[in-house]
């Protein structure tokens, strides 16, 4: 079965260095999307992309945040200058599209992120 | 703006014991309703969804949920848990007018003892 694929899994970083999280999609899905969950807390929703280009975004996701879909397969999320509180398991996510009432979302494994 | 609540954050059972697992959402409108399960070191999985029609779904490994939508509420049932069954699991809905974002709960631990 398909499976959507994050690397890495374990990230660690300093404070105000960028990171780039990447995430493979399942191949035929068009919807592409991130999440993250900060330890204890619920799993938060980032942003969506279809068709190259945001499609929804949270207040979470403000201009240190930017995602690129750099080719056909990979589906970036990059943080510009990291904070302490970007700690967090990023989880991407993809589904089918382009019915988008109706939607079952796909979940990689998560990357761990820890900014020192 | 939608949120989801999910009242049981640790759940201890045995195993044969049945189970339920409350998940509560705020919103008026028509919603798409989930229920991931992530395993110990593994991802998010699907485990079941409801959209629109028979408000009883069924889902994998024996579990199943009622929508019930006077009471805004989503709860996972299974009538006799299993030692694998240990797992944290998740309760989600989507808005029909939040484009595709999923809106989680705090999720529900569960151990099930051998």
């Known amino acids: 079965e398909p499976e959507v694929t994050q690397t890495p899994s374990h990230q660690v970083t300093q404070m105000g260095q960028e990171v780039i999280l990447r995430c493979v999609p399942i191949?035929?899905?068009?919807?592409f999307y991130w999440y993250r969950q900060i330890l204890g807390q619920k799993v938060e929703f980032l942003v969506s992309?279809?068709?190259?280009?945001?499609?929804?975004k949270s207040e979470i996701f403000d201009d240190q945040f930017s995602v690129e879909r750099p080719d056909g397969s990979n589906f970036t999320l990059k943080i510009r200058s990291t904070k302490l509180e970007d700690s967090a398991m990023y989880f991407c996510?993809?589904?089918?599209?382009?019915?988008?009432?109706?939607?079952?979302?796909?979940f990689g494994p998560g990357t761990r992120l820890l900014v020192l | 703006a939608q949120s989801v609540s999910q009242h049981n954050h640790h759940v201890i059972l045995s195993e044969a014991a049945s189970l339920e697992l409350g998940c509560n959402y705020s919103?008026?409108?028509?919603?798409?309703l989930f229920w991931y399960v992530q395993y110990p070191g593994q991802h998010l999985q699907l485990l079941l969804k409801y959209f629109s029609g028979d408000p009883l779904v069924k889902g994998i490994k024996g579990f199943e949920a009622e929508f019930i939508k006077s009471k805004f509420s989503f709860n996972l049932r299974k009538p006799s848990v299993q030692w694998s069954d240990t797992a944290e699991y998740f309760c989600a809905v989507n808005a029909n007018n939040a484009g595709n974002m999923l809106t989680f709960g705090g999720g529900t631990r569960l151990m099930v003892k051998p």
């Open positions: 992309f279809y068709n190259n280009e945001i499609s929804e």
């Open positions: 919103y008026g409108g028509t919603v798409n």
């Open positions: 191949s035929n899905h068009l919807y």
């Open positions: 996510a993809s589904s089918e599209g382009p019915d988008r009432t109706v939607e079952t979302q796909y």
